[in-house]
C-alpha cells in the first residue's frame, strides 16, 4: 500500500476532517511522508477542505 493509500484509508477511518499530524499519529507514517502525500492528494483532487487546515476524501 502506497502512502496515499494510508492517508486516505486513515482520513475515511476518522469520519471526519483531519490535519496532517492527526493523520501521522494514526496512521503510523511519518509527518513528512503525510504531508508528502498530502500535496500529492491535493493536485489530483482527492481530498478537500471543509475547514481550514482540515482535510477530508473528496466525495466523487
Do not use: H, Q, Y
Not at 19 to 26: I, R, S, T, Y
Not at 35 to 55: H, M, N, Q, T, Y
Amino acid at each position: 500500500m502506497s502512502d496515499k493509500e494510508i492517508v486516505l484509508e486513515t482520513m475515511k477511518k476518522a469520519g471526519k476532517p483531519v490535519n496532517a499530524g492527526k493523520v501521522a499519529e494514526m496512521s503510523g507514517l511519518d509527518r513528512k511522508a503525510v504531508d508528502k502525500a498530502f500535496a500529492e492528494l491535493k493536485k489530483e483532487g482527492s481530498i478537500v477542505s471543509p475547514v481550514r487546515c482540515k482535510w477530508e476524501p473528496a466525495k466523487k
